[in-house]
T-cell receptor, first 113, second 112 residues
Framework: KAGVTQTPRYLIKTRGQQVTLSCSPISGHRSVSWYQQTPGQGLQFLFEYFSETQRNKGNFPGRFSGRQFSNSRSEMNVSTLELGDSALYLC????????????FGQGTRLTVV | GESVGLHLPTLSVQEGDNSIINCAYSNSASDYFIWYKQESGKGPQFIIDIRSNMDKRQGQRVTVLLNKTVKHLSLQIAATQPGDSAVYFCAENEAGANNLFFGTGTRLTVIP
Protein backbone atom coordinates (compact mmCIF):
# COMPACT_ATOMS: atom_id res chain seq x y z
CA LYS A 1 0.00 0.00 0.00
CA ALA A 2 1.55 3.30 -1.07
CA GLY A 3 2.13 5.91 1.61
CA VAL A 4 1.32 9.59 1.58
CA THR A 5 2.83 11.26 -1.47
CA GLN A 6 3.68 14.92 -1.58
CA THR A 7 4.83 16.83 -4.63
CA PRO A 8 7.06 18.56 -5.31
CA ARG A 9 9.73 17.62 -2.76
CA TYR A 10 11.58 20.91 -3.11
CA LEU A 11 10.51 24.32 -4.32
CA ILE A 12 12.14 27.73 -4.54
CA LYS A 13 9.91 30.76 -4.99
CA THR A 14 10.33 34.52 -4.90
CA ARG A 15 8.60 36.83 -2.43
CA GLY A 16 5.20 37.87 -3.68
CA GLN A 17 4.65 34.75 -5.78
CA GLN A 18 2.14 32.08 -5.00
CA VAL A 19 2.64 28.34 -4.67
CA THR A 20 0.52 25.21 -4.80
CA LEU A 21 1.53 22.01 -3.03
CA SER A 22 -0.06 18.64 -3.63
CA CYS A 23 -0.78 15.68 -1.39
CA SER A 24 -2.10 12.23 -2.28
CA PRO A 25 -3.27 10.39 0.85
CA ILE A 26 -3.06 6.69 1.51
CA SER A 27 -5.66 4.85 -0.55
CA GLY A 28 -8.95 4.77 1.31
CA HIS A 29 -8.07 7.62 3.67
CA ARG A 30 -10.52 10.50 3.56
CA SER A 31 -8.97 12.91 6.04
CA VAL A 32 -6.03 15.06 4.99
CA SER A 33 -4.28 17.51 7.30
CA TRP A 34 -1.55 20.01 6.54
CA TYR A 35 1.22 21.16 8.86
CA GLN A 36 4.03 23.69 8.67
CA GLN A 37 7.37 22.85 10.25
CA THR A 38 9.99 25.53 10.92
CA PRO A 39 12.98 25.68 13.26
CA GLY A 40 11.44 28.65 15.03
CA GLN A 41 7.86 27.46 15.54
CA GLY A 42 8.07 23.69 15.30
CA LEU A 43 5.18 21.73 13.83
CA GLN A 44 2.00 23.75 13.49
CA PHE A 45 -1.42 22.68 12.26
CA LEU A 46 -2.68 24.50 9.17
CA PHE A 47 -6.00 22.87 8.26
CA GLU A 48 -7.80 19.57 7.90
CA TYR A 49 -10.14 18.31 5.21
CA PHE A 50 -12.54 15.43 5.31
CA SER A 51 -14.73 14.47 2.36
CA GLU A 52 -13.89 17.71 0.54
CA THR A 53 -14.88 19.89 3.51
CA GLN A 54 -12.53 21.92 5.65
CA ARG A 55 -13.29 20.86 9.19
CA ASN A 56 -10.60 22.62 11.20
CA LYS A 57 -8.25 25.49 10.62
CA GLY A 58 -5.18 26.56 12.53
CA ASN A 59 -4.03 30.05 13.32
CA PHE A 60 -2.59 31.08 9.95
CA PRO A 61 -3.40 34.10 7.77
CA GLY A 62 -5.84 33.89 4.90
CA ARG A 63 -2.93 33.66 2.44
CA PHE A 64 -2.88 29.98 3.35
CA SER A 65 -5.71 28.02 1.80
CA GLY A 66 -6.46 24.52 0.72
CA ARG A 67 -8.92 22.21 -0.88
CA GLN A 68 -9.69 18.54 -1.20
CA PHE A 69 -10.93 16.75 -4.27
CA SER A 70 -13.44 13.92 -4.58
CA ASN A 71 -10.60 11.38 -4.76
CA SER A 72 -9.31 12.73 -1.40
CA ARG A 73 -6.22 14.30 -2.95
CA SER A 74 -5.54 17.68 -1.45
CA GLU A 75 -3.75 20.86 -2.41
CA MET A 76 -2.65 23.79 -0.34
CA ASN A 77 -1.97 27.22 -1.72
CA VAL A 78 0.04 30.07 -0.30
CA SER A 79 -0.38 33.44 -1.97
CA THR A 80 1.83 36.51 -1.75
CA LEU A 81 4.73 34.53 -0.36
CA GLU A 82 6.84 36.00 2.43
CA LEU A 83 10.35 35.02 3.52
CA GLY A 84 8.86 33.62 6.72
CA ASP A 85 6.83 31.10 4.74
CA SER A 86 10.01 29.13 4.10
CA ALA A 87 9.35 25.81 5.79
CA LEU A 88 8.76 22.12 5.42
CA TYR A 89 5.09 21.60 4.60
CA LEU A 90 3.79 18.23 5.70
CA CYS A 91 0.63 16.44 4.77
CA UNK A 92 -0.91 13.68 6.87
CA UNK A 93 -3.73 11.31 6.04
CA UNK A 94 -6.08 9.48 8.37
CA UNK A 95 -8.66 6.82 7.72
CA UNK A 96 -11.34 8.10 10.04
CA UNK A 97 -12.91 11.38 11.01
CA UNK A 98 -11.30 11.59 14.40
CA UNK A 99 -8.76 10.24 16.81
CA UNK A 100 -6.94 7.87 14.57
CA UNK A 101 -3.36 7.49 13.39
CA UNK A 102 -2.17 10.20 11.07
CA UNK A 103 0.47 9.11 8.56
CA PHE A 104 2.78 11.75 7.19
CA GLY A 105 4.36 12.25 3.80
CA GLN A 106 7.97 13.28 3.25
CA GLY A 107 6.99 16.92 2.99
CA THR A 108 7.63 19.71 0.53
CA ARG A 109 10.57 21.94 1.38
CA LEU A 110 9.61 25.48 0.33
CA THR A 111 12.26 28.17 0.20
CA VAL A 112 11.19 31.76 -0.39
CA VAL A 113 13.94 34.10 -1.57
CA GLY B 1 13.10 40.04 13.14
CA GLU B 2 15.38 37.09 13.24
CA SER B 3 13.66 33.90 14.33
CA VAL B 4 15.21 31.93 17.13
CA GLY B 5 15.32 28.19 16.74
CA LEU B 6 13.46 26.08 19.21
CA HIS B 7 15.71 24.74 21.91
CA LEU B 8 15.24 21.02 21.57
CA PRO B 9 15.76 19.01 24.71
CA THR B 10 18.36 16.35 24.07
CA LEU B 11 18.85 12.89 25.41
CA SER B 12 21.96 10.79 24.88
CA VAL B 13 21.92 7.11 25.76
CA GLN B 14 24.26 4.19 25.33
CA GLU B 15 23.25 1.54 22.86
CA GLY B 16 21.34 -1.18 24.66
CA ASP B 17 20.12 1.06 27.47
CA ASN B 18 16.49 2.06 27.91
CA SER B 19 15.36 5.57 26.93
CA ILE B 20 12.59 7.63 28.46
CA ILE B 21 11.30 10.70 26.65
CA ASN B 22 8.85 12.95 28.46
CA CYS B 23 6.19 15.32 27.25
CA ALA B 24 3.77 17.68 28.96
CA TYR B 25 0.53 18.53 27.22
CA SER B 26 -1.75 21.44 27.90
CA ASN B 27 -5.28 20.77 26.67
CA SER B 28 -7.57 18.95 29.08
CA ALA B 29 -9.93 18.30 26.16
CA SER B 30 -7.34 16.19 24.35
CA ASP B 31 -8.30 12.55 24.36
CA TYR B 32 -5.88 10.97 21.92
CA PHE B 33 -2.11 11.10 21.95
CA ILE B 34 0.54 9.98 19.50
CA TRP B 35 4.30 9.67 19.54
CA TYR B 36 6.17 10.34 16.32
CA LYS B 37 9.78 9.83 15.29
CA GLN B 38 11.33 12.15 12.75
CA GLU B 39 14.63 11.47 11.06
CA SER B 40 16.53 14.12 9.17
CA GLY B 41 14.93 14.91 5.82
CA LYS B 42 11.86 12.79 6.46
CA GLY B 43 8.32 13.30 7.63
CA PRO B 44 7.22 12.23 11.11
CA GLN B 45 6.78 8.47 11.45
CA PHE B 46 4.01 7.06 13.66
CA ILE B 47 5.36 5.07 16.61
CA ILE B 48 2.53 4.44 19.04
CA ASP B 49 -0.70 6.01 20.21
CA ILE B 50 -2.85 5.96 23.34
CA ARG B 51 -6.38 7.05 24.10
CA SER B 52 -7.35 8.92 27.22
CA ASN B 53 -9.22 5.95 28.68
CA MET B 54 -5.90 4.12 29.03
CA ASP B 55 -2.80 4.85 31.07
CA LYS B 56 -0.36 2.47 29.41
CA ARG B 57 0.11 0.90 26.04
CA GLN B 58 2.90 -1.30 24.75
CA GLY B 59 4.26 -1.86 21.31
CA GLN B 60 7.37 -3.49 19.97
CA ARG B 61 10.18 -2.19 22.20
CA VAL B 62 8.12 0.90 23.03
CA THR B 63 5.74 1.75 25.85
CA VAL B 64 3.67 4.90 26.22
CA LEU B 65 2.46 6.05 29.63
CA LEU B 66 -0.27 8.63 30.10
CA ASN B 67 -0.90 10.51 33.34
CA LYS B 68 -3.99 12.63 32.85
CA THR B 69 -3.84 14.07 36.35
CA VAL B 70 -0.65 15.95 35.63
CA LYS B 71 -1.08 16.01 31.84
CA HIS B 72 2.09 14.06 31.21
CA LEU B 73 3.03 11.58 28.53
CA SER B 74 6.16 9.49 28.28
CA LEU B 75 7.71 7.20 25.71
CA GLN B 76 9.94 4.39 26.84
CA ILE B 77 12.20 2.68 24.32
CA ALA B 78 13.73 -0.59 25.42
CA ALA B 79 17.22 -1.66 24.35
CA THR B 80 17.84 1.53 22.39
CA GLN B 81 19.57 1.03 19.05
CA PRO B 82 21.55 3.45 16.84
CA GLY B 83 18.60 3.46 14.41
CA ASP B 84 16.49 5.02 17.15
CA SER B 85 18.48 8.25 16.90
CA ALA B 86 16.00 10.91 15.78
CA VAL B 87 13.77 13.70 17.05
CA TYR B 88 10.73 12.42 18.94
CA PHE B 89 7.51 14.40 19.13
CA CYS B 90 4.45 13.89 21.24
CA ALA B 91 1.18 15.11 19.75
CA GLU B 92 -2.25 15.61 21.28
CA ASN B 93 -5.54 15.51 19.46
CA GLU B 94 -8.69 17.27 20.53
CA ALA B 95 -11.77 15.14 20.89
CA GLY B 96 -13.68 14.77 17.65
CA ALA B 97 -10.94 16.12 15.41
CA ASN B 98 -7.92 15.15 13.40
CA ASN B 99 -5.81 18.22 14.15
CA LEU B 100 -2.68 17.43 16.07
CA PHE B 101 -0.85 19.79 18.39
CA PHE B 102 2.80 18.91 18.64
CA GLY B 103 5.32 19.36 21.40
CA THR B 104 8.71 20.88 20.67
CA GLY B 105 10.39 17.50 20.31
CA THR B 106 13.33 15.74 21.96
CA ARG B 107 16.47 14.81 20.09
CA LEU B 108 17.59 11.31 21.00
CA THR B 109 21.18 10.36 20.26
CA VAL B 110 22.25 6.76 20.70
CA ILE B 111 25.93 6.27 21.40
CA PRO B 112 27.28 3.00 19.93
Amino acid sequence: KAGVTQTPRYLIKTRGQQVTLSCSPISGHRSVSWYQQTPGQGLQFLFEYFSETQRNKGNFPGRFSGRQFSNSRSEMNVSTLELGDSALYLCASSALQQNTEAFFGQGTRLTVV
Amino acid sequence: GESVGLHLPTLSVQEGDNSIINCAYSNSASDYFIWYKQESGKGPQFIIDIRSNMDKRQGQRVTVLLNKTVKHLSLQIAATQPGDSAVYFCAENEAGANNLFFGTGTRLTVIP
